[in-house]
Structure formats: structure tokens, C-alpha cells
């Protein structure tokens, strides 16, 4: 076809302005895997740059203010935890692109999956964002290896629900933080073990950048804006100061869902792990449709002043799994509660399911709880909550033994030179369904 002089025109200019409101829509700031910087590259620059320059001021922009802000005010153990912290994240970047010039300054995320080492520029002593309050050995430490020899649970960010993958209010982790989240804050260590002192390292901006890209992962996989509950929507996150060193007011956490209206994204979301595996069957089938099925709701409360605590399962259920096939779906959703007091820190809950003297890890998360100092406004009333959750993976340990099945937990102490009395358990409770299937 002959297009003539001006329709070409046309189009071309079209083309001109369409491609002008794709540039404006692009988020001046594009957040990078710290695998693919050095310490030459303008973001590390930057971030290096702006450490040291807060370091040496001693008002709202300054370095220790940002530690307060976060010690202060900033959301645990809760589902407004991973918006308060994109709020922070959000305003930290504005603030090294105004101390610093470089206005397209974006916080690095370091994946501790892929990139399993601290960055160079991070780790030694003679790095621009070096933080001499960290684990010994940190600086040669495999984070995937040890991340996951420790728990085989995580968030599923192609699955998991709104509650499972965010939290509850007013208290309880959500997957991200309880288990991804804390166990990377324990691994570094040092000043990253508590929430009273982890924003002093550098390492606290990379990591949360992170679990940021996660929430954006999930947000992008489950469908965008129509996973939220509307009364979470409508609650509001503060705390923070701009790059003036103003207080921020109350921000609805409704504007903080998607990342390209807040000026930023990612180069790319987070690969980790796959979980669209197809399931395995007969030949031909693909897929298990339900049939039927039974649930059951049970909780226990722990004995006063004890660390430990045990659920049985019900009779019932456990002697359906050891005679179950490949047609039957398990579905273990728990939390476990402690009292949220000074006694809880340098712990792991450590959860497991037993039976005939046989167990299986079901959890395991290093504590991270947010403790106000003397005379200060406690915004987490409630205990410390940690979820827990299984599925046909426990079969094998139920058809091992006979006898009654439970869920355990007790309070493990990571400094027990320390001789500290145990953590005060407060309860555990389980939903456990079991659905009939045929494959199809």
C-alpha cells in the first residue's frame, strides 16, 4: 500500500507524541540489582556519597535520623508493613538525589537468591557503604545456602492471598516479613538484628529495596489493584521527613500500591523461586478438581510462663493423611503467638510438626521485634505473631509412625551463653482443610 506525503506525516508526528507520553510516563528512577553494579557505578556513587554526608549532619536529613525514624515509627509484625517501608524507601532516594545532585539516584536492590555474597562495594573494610557493626564472616557468607538451611518456607508470589502475603492487623507477619525478611536481618547481624539500629546499614536500604520488589512482583503476578481490602487501602503510614527535612504527613496507603507514581520501578521483578510447577498425575491428567472436603479450626493456649507449646491435630484428620493418595490436598494454615517484651529478641521461633518421635520443620524465624524505648508511644500493643503453614509435603512423616500427630514451637535463644529465661508462649492455632480431588 502507498501511503502519501501526508499521512506520513500524520503518523509520524502520532508516533512522536505517543512515544513523548511513554517517556513521560517512565519513572526518572529505575532500581538496579546490586549483582550488576560496581563501585563506580552512579548509584553506588551516590548512596556513598549521601551516607557520608548524613553522617556529618546532625539535624532532620541527618543519618541518625533516618535510624530514629525507623526505630520510632516504623511498621512490624503487621500488614501495614511492607507499605510503611516503600514509604521510607521512597523518601530516602529523594533525599540522597538532593544532598547528592544525582536526581536519578535509585536504591540498588541486593537479591541475596541470585546474587548470593554481599557486593564487593558493601563488604570490605574499604568500601564506600562498609558497616563495621556486622556478623563475623558476613563478608564470605553464601545467604542463599544458609537462608534456606534454616526454613524451606517462604512467600509464594503467585499464590499466596492478601492476608497470608502481607500480614494482619493489628498484628501479624505476613509471609514476606516473617521468613525472607527476618532471616536476612539475622544473617548480617550486628546493627541489623533489631529495629532500634538496622537503618544505620547501608545494607537495610538494599535489602528492603528487595523485599519491596517482591510486594511488586506479587502485585504484578495476582492482578494488580484489586487484591486490596478497602479499609486497608484507607489507612494511613507517617513518619517520614522529605528531602527539605520536613515532617511528612499521614500518607494513605492507598497511594502506595503501584511504584511508577511514587517515581520509581525495576529493571527487572524478582525471578525467585518458580511456583507455577505443573502438578503430576495419571497420564493425561492435568489438574485435581475437588470433590469434597472437611476443615477443622483448633487452638492452645501455652501454660503460664512457659516457652514451649503443642497442638494436636485432630484424630481424625491425621488418620485421613496416612491413608491418603495423590488425590487428596492438605492445606495447614497457623500462627504461633509470644509476648512481645525484650525477652523475645535474639530468638527463632522454631516451628515443627511431630510424630513417633519423627519431626518436620514447618518454620523457623529469627525474632524481630519492635521494642519502644522508656516513655515512648507503643504503636504494637498486641503479641509478636509468626504464621506458619504445610501441605501434602508432611505425608511422608505421617505414614511413618502411628500415634497422635502436633504442631510444636519453642522459642530457640541465638545467644545462650546469654542463660536467659525462656520466651513467654501466649497461643497457637491451626486451620487445617482437607480436600477430596479426582484428577481430570
Known amino acids: 500500500m502507498r501511503m502519501n506525503r501526508r499521512a506520513a506525516l500524520a503518523g509520524g508526528a502520532a508516533a512522536i507524541m505517543a512515544a513523548g507520553a511513554a517517556q513521560a510516563q517512565t519513572p526518572a528512577r529505575i532500581r538496579k540489582g546490586a549483582g550488576s553494579l560496581t563501585v563506580t557505578s552512579d548509584d553506588v556513587v551516590a548512596f556513598g556519597e549521601a551516607v557520608r ?96 538451611a534454616e526454613s524451606p518456607y517462604s512467600a509464594k508470589l503467585a499464590s499466596d492471598d492478601f492476608p497470608t502475603f ?137 501454660a503460664p510462663g512457659s516457652g514451649r507449646m503443642r497442638l494436636d491435630l485432630p484424630d481424625q484428620a491425621v488418620a485421613r493423611m496416612r491413608e491418603a493418595d495423590d488425590t487428596l490436598m492438605i492445606v495447614g494454615e497457623g500462627a504461633v503467638a509470644y509476648a512481645r517484651e525484650a525477652g523475645l529478641e535474639d530468638r527463632s521461633l522454631e516451628i515443627r510438626l511431630t510424630t513417633g518421635g519423627r519431626e518436620r520443620p514447618l518454620g523457623s524465624s529469627p525474632t524481630f521485634v519492635h521494642l519502644p524505648e522508656p516513655g515512648e508511644h507503643q504503636h504494637h500493643r498486641g503479641p509478636y505473631v509468626l504464621p506458619f503453614r504445610f501441605g501434602e509435603e508432611v505425608l511422608n512423616l505421617l505414614a511413618s509412625g502411628d500415634g497422635p500427630a502436633a504442631v510444636t514451637v519453642f522459642a530457640e535463644d541465638l545467644d545462650p551463653a546469654a542463660g536467659r529465661a525462656d520466651a513467654r508462649a501466649e497461643w497457637i492455632e491451626l486451620k487445617l482443610t482437607l480436600t477430596e480431588t479426582r484428577w481430570a
Open 53 to 148: 554526608t548524613m553522617k556529618r549532619r546532625n539535624d532532620a536529613l541527618s543519618w541518625t535520623r533516618q535510624t530514629q525514624i525507623h526505630h520510632r515509627s516504623s511498621q512490624h509484625n503487621n500488614g501495614l508493613f511492607l507499605p510503611w517501608h516503600r514509604q521510607q524507601l521512597v523518601h530516602m532516594e529523594r533525599i540522597v538525589a538532593r544532598l547528592t545532585g544525582h536526581d536519578s539516584f535509585a536504591m540498588p536492590y541486593w537479591d541475596w537468591q541470585e546474587h548470593r555474597f554481599l557486593p564487593d562495594w558493601v563488604a570490605g573494610r574499604d568500601a564506600p557503604l562498609y558497616e563495621r557493626e556486622r556478623a563475623r564472616g558476613v563478608e564470605t557468607l553464601d545467604f542463599a545456602a544458609a537462608r534456606w
Open 166 to 302: 502481607f500480614g494482619k492487623l493489628p498484628e501479624g507477619a505476613g509471609m514476606v516479613e516473617g521468613y525472607g525478611h527476618n532471616h536476612v536481618h539475622q544473617l548480617i547481624g550486628g546493627a541489623m538484628k533489631h529495629p532500634r539500629t538496622s537503618a544505620q546499614d547501608p545494607m537495610f536500604w538494599l535489602h528492603h529495596s528487595n523485599v519491596d520488589r517482591v510486594w511488586a512482583t506479587w502485585h504484578r503476578n495476582r492482578g494488580g489493584e484489586g487484591l486490596y481490602p478497602a479499609d486497608w487501602t484507607g489507612l494511613t503510614v507517617t513518619g517520614f521527613v522529605d528531602a527539605d527535612g520536613r515532617e511528612v504527613r499521614q500518607l494513605p496507603v492507598g497511594g502506595t500500591l503501584e511504584t511508577r507514581p511514587l517515581g520509581y520501578d525495576y529493571d527487572r521483578l524478582y525471578p525467585f523461586p518458580v511456583f507455577n510447577v505443573p502438578e503430576a498425575g495419571p497420564p493425561g491428567a492435568t489438574r485435581r478438581v475437588p470433590v469434597g472436603g472437611q476443615s477443622w479450626t483448633v487452638r492452645a493456649d501455652a
